[in-house]
């Protein structure tokens, strides 16, 4: 019998010695290895896998509060957005009360300042301010009832003198005129 015992090492590098732990000797119908396993009847795992499943999902919410969020959600979206367009039309509602200051300002009569805004509105530009863009619109196209004035003498009322009073000039202003 070259080798009988089934926990001798036959290792050719090994000196024969037993080792247990690689070649452990089979079981004999009778007895139970005992490797630490234990077994579970299917109550047991149910409830297992309950309470691992409550652990986990621990501080989740209900499909009904998750629904109930859900339209929360969209509720304040919804008043996001019209927030957003009510800042908007409010930006834009004081952007023309400015234009139209401005234009007051510049001597434009007031039932003429929404046409002038609009018309003045159409020339800016990313690189063009308002303001920039109505100083160079009346420039050439000066209101209605507007009069241009020069400082310079170049003012004659008739008589080879300049005048010097504010009323003079405007009278010669309105004599040169016709």
């Given at each position: 019998m070259e080798n009988e015992n089934p926990n001798v090492n036959t290792n050719p590098a090994g000196e024969g010695s037993t080792n247990a732990n690689q070649n452990p000797a089979p079981q004999q119908q009778g007895q139970q290895q005992d490797s630490g396993l234990r077994t579970f009847t299917q109550e047991q795992l149910d409830a297992i896998i309950a309470r691992e499943r409550s652990k986990a999902t621990k501080g989740w919410f209900s499909a009904e509060q998750m629904a109930a969020k859900d339209t929360s959600i969209s509720s304040l979206t919804t008043e996001r957005d019209n927030a957003r367009n009510e800042l908007a039309t409010t930006r834009a509602e004081l952007d023309a009360l400015k234009n139209e200051k401005f234009l007051a300002g510049k001597g434009v009569p007031s039932e003429m300042l929404e046409f002038y805004a609009f018309k003045i509105g159409k020339l800016v530009t990313d690189?063009?301010?308002?303001?920039?863009?109505?100083?160079?619109?009346?420039?050439?196209?000066?209101?209605?009832?507007?009069?241009?004035?020069?400082?310079?003498?170049?003012?004659?009322?008739?008589?080879?003198?300049?005048?010097?009073?504010?009323?003079e000039i405007m009278n010669a202003i309105f004599r040169s005129a016709k």
């Amino acid at each position: 019998m070259e080798n009988e015992n089934p926990n001798v090492n036959t290792n050719p590098a090994g000196e024969g010695s037993t080792n247990a732990n690689q070649n452990p000797a089979p079981q004999q119908q009778g007895q139970q290895q005992d490797s630490g396993l234990r077994t579970f009847t299917q109550e047991q795992l149910d409830a297992i896998i309950a309470r691992e499943r409550s652990k986990a999902t621990k501080g989740w919410f209900s499909a009904e509060q998750m629904a109930a969020k859900d339209t929360s959600i969209s509720s304040l979206t919804t008043e996001r957005d019209n927030a957003r367009n009510e800042l908007a039309t409010t930006r834009a509602e004081l952007d023309a009360l400015k234009n139209e200051k401005f234009l007051a300002g510049k001597g434009v009569p007031s039932e003429m300042l929404e046409f002038y805004a609009f018309k003045i509105g159409k020339l800016v530009t990313d690189k063009k301010t308002f303001e920039q863009a109505a100083e160079e619109y009346l420039k050439d196209n000066p209101p209605a009832g507007t009069v241009r004035m020069s400082t310079g003498g170049g003012v004659n009322n008739g008589g080879g003198t300049q005048p010097q009073k504010p009323n003079e000039i405007m009278n010669a202003i309105f004599r040169s005129a016709k």
